[in-house]
C-alpha cells in the first residue's frame, strides 16, 4: 500500500506537534525545577521536616523562588535540607534569614518558607548554611485538639446539668430566677427595716420634744440646772469643809499653848526627838493617843471648860 502525500503531511504535523509539546513540557519542568537559570544554594537544618519531599517549592515574601534538591538524615535528630533558590533574590538573602517549614494551603502540599530577618548587610553566601524554625508537630496539635474538645464536652454538660437545676428552682441563684420565696422574704426584711425606720423616727421625736432622760439631756435644762445646783452645794461643802479644818488647826495651836496641855506636847515633843536621835522614824501611827492619855486629855478639857464657865460667871456677877 502506498503512502499518499496527504498522510505523509498529517504524520510530519503529528510529529512535529508531539516534539514540540515535549520541548515544551521539557522547558517548563526545567524552569520550575531551575535547570536553565541562575542558581546558588544553600541548606538548613531541622529536627522534624513533616512530610516534606525532594521537590517541593521555596517561597519567598509569597513567591516561589526555588526547589528543595535534597533530604538527608545526618543524626536521629537532625535532618538537612538542601535547596535550589534563583540567583536574583540573593541580594536580597542576609546571613539572619529564617526558613520554616509550611503547608501549601489547609491540606496542600509541604513547602519551606523564607523569611527576611532585620537589617544586617551580611548576605547569604553560596553554599552557606540558614538559619531554621522546627516546625509545628501536628500529631501532638491533633491530640491537644482532641483534648479540649474532650474537655469542652465535659464542661457542656456541666453547663446542661447547672442550667437544670437552675430552671428546679434548686440553689440561691435557682431560687432568686424561678422561685418567689427569696423575693418574700425580701419582701418581709424590707417592712421589717420600714417599721424599724417608723420607730426610730418616733424615738426620734419624743427625744427632741424633752420626754426621757436623753431627751431631757439634750432638750431641757432642768437636768443641767439640777447640776450647776449640785455643784455649787459641792463647792459650799469644800468651802465649809477647808474652814473648818482651818478652825481646828487654829484650836490645836491654841491647845499647844494652852498651860493645861503644854505639859502633854512637850512631853510627845520629847518622844519624837527621842525617836529621831535612836534613827527612828516618826510616822502617823507615832502620833496616835493611848486610852491613858485620851482620858488625861479629856480630863484637862473639862477643866478648863470649868475654868471658862466660872470666868463668864465671874463676867456676869460684875
Not at 116 to 138: E, H, R
Not at 216 to 235: F, P
Request: charged share 25%; aromatic share 6%; hydrophobic share 40%.
Amino acid at each position: 500500500m502506498k503512502t499518499t502525500t496527504s498522510q505523509k503531511v498529517k504524520i510530519g504535523i503529528f510529529t512535529v506537534a508531539g516534539i514540540l509539546i515535549l520541548v515544551i513540557g521539557i522547558f517548563l519542568i526545567g524552569k520550575k525545577k531551575n535547570l536553565f537559570g541562575d542558581t546558588f544554594h544553600i541548606y538548613g537544618t531541622f529536627n522534624n521536616v513533616g512530610g516534606l519531599q525532594v521537590g517541593n517549592n521555596i517561597r519567598f515574601a509569597g513567591i516561589n523562588v526555588g526547589t528543595v534538591k535534597d533530604i538527608s538524615i545526618i543524626s536521629d535528630t537532625l535532618i538537612r535540607v538542601d535547596m535550589v533558590l534563583q540567583a536574583k533574590i540573593k541580594p536580597f538573602l542576609k546571613s539572619n534569614s529564617l526558613a520554616s517549614i509550611g503547608s501549601d494551603g489547609l491540606m496542600g502540599d509541604k513547602l519551606i518558607t523564607i523569611v527576611a530577618g532585620p537589617d544586617n548587610k551580611v548576605l547569604l553566601s553560596n553554599g552557606g548554611k540558614i538559619l531554621t524554625i522546627n516546625p509545628l508537630d501536628f500529631d501532638k496539635s491533633i491530640a491537644k485538639l482532641t483534648n479540649m474538645a474532650s474537655n469542652a464536652e465535659i464542661i457542656s454538660a456541666e453547663l446542661a446539668a447547672i442550667t437544670m437545676q437552675l430552671r428546679q428552682g434548686k440553689g440561691s441563684m435557682g431560687r432568686l430566677l424561678y422561685r418567689d420565696d427569696l423575693a418574700k422574704g425580701l419582701e418581709g426584711t424590707m417592712v421589717n427595716a420600714q417599721r424599724m425606720t417608723g420607730s426610730l423616727a418616733d424615738i426620734t421625736g419624743e427625744i427632741k420634744s424633752g420626754k426621757g432622760s436623753l431627751g431631757r439631756l439634750l432638750y431641757n435644762d432642768d437636768l443641767s440646772k439640777s447640776l450647776e445646783g449640785t455643784a455649787e452645794n459641792a463647792k459650799t461643802t469644800m468651802s465649809t469643809i477647808n474652814d473648818a479644818a482651818y478652825g481646828f488647826s487654829e484650836n490645836m495651836k491654841a491647845l499647844q499653848g494652852n498651860f493645861l496641855f503644854k505639859g502633854y506636847f512637850k512631853r510627845k515633843a520629847k518622844e519624837d526627838e527621842k525617836k529621831i536621835a535612836e534613827g527612828g522614824k516618826v510616822t502617823e501611827t507615832d502620833v496616835e493617843l493611848s486610852d491613858a492619855e485620851i482620858a488625861e486629855i479629856e480630863a484637862a478639857a473639862d477643866k478648863a471648860h470649868q475654868l471658862i464657865i466660872e470666868r463668864k460667871k465671874k463676867e456676869k456677877g460684875q
